[in-house]
């Protein structure tokens, strides 16, 4: 059996990617997106992604099992030390600690270029919900990001009303002066 490596997504994943997102958007409440995006908008994420920040794919042989990037807390230039995280398995690729390696290299990344802070938007329900596992919420805390606040009833999915949790993780120091971010397209070697 072949080892699970971490390299850095290319267009040409966006098959692969988009199969793995799919049944988030058809079949939960874990992402908000209705649609499925298709091959190509997931080809187009990709490479907007990488002209800024990592994205990444976890990989056994010639299959991708996961996937992990980071965008931009917000437009504003002041935030440049915040990103926004996420996470994608295959259904049959979660509990294997493959988010966290996933994780773990993102975070890697986001530091060299000078990141300090890291957020996850976790979507949640009031109580059992057949269309939101609660795994998310547990697997965050377990990389180290806490609670940072809750919107209350924001999304509408499946004719239910949702929340969504805000969690953050500091991965450095908060100093006087703060280091330079560096787009992810111009790190050496990026991934």
Same mark, same amino acid.
């Given at each position: ?28 409440a874990?992402? %908000?997106?209705? /649609?499925?995006?298709?091959e190509? &908008?997931? +080809? ?5 992604? *990488? ?46 600690g ?20 890291? %957020?996850?938007? /976790?979507?949640?329900?009031?109580? &059992?919900? +057949? ?5 998310? *919420? ?34 450095g ?19």
């Amino acid at each position: 059996m072949h080892e699970i490596s971490i390299r850095t997504a290319r267009e040409t994943d966006a098959a692969a990617i988009a199969a793995i997102y799919a049944p988030y958007v058809r079949d939960t409440a874990i992402t %908000y997106e209705i /649609i499925v995006p298709t091959e190509r &908008e997931m +080809a187009m994420r990709v490479r907007e992604t *990488l002209t800024r920040y990592p994205f990444l794919v976890a990989q056994r042989g010639e299959d991708i099992l996961g996937y992990a990037y980071a965008g931009a807390f917000s437009q504003r230039a002041a935030y440049q030390h915040s990103a926004e995280t996420t996470v994608y398995l295959a259904m049959e690729s979660r509990g294997q600690g493959i988010g966290k390696r996933l994780y773990e290299a993102l975070e890697e990344i986001l530091s060299r270029q000078g990141v300090l802070n890291l %957020y996850a938007k /976790i979507a949640n329900a009031k109580g &059992e919900d +057949a269309f939101l596992p609660q795994g998310s *919420l547990a697997f965050h805390r377990k990389q180290g990001f806490h609670p940072a606040g809750q919107f209350t009833q924001c999304a509408n999915k499946f004719g239910r009303w949702y929340d969504m949790v805000y969690m953050e993780k500091s991965i450095g120091e908060h100093g006087e002066q703060p280091p330079v971010f560096v787009p992810f397209s111009a790190l050496t070697p990026p991934c």
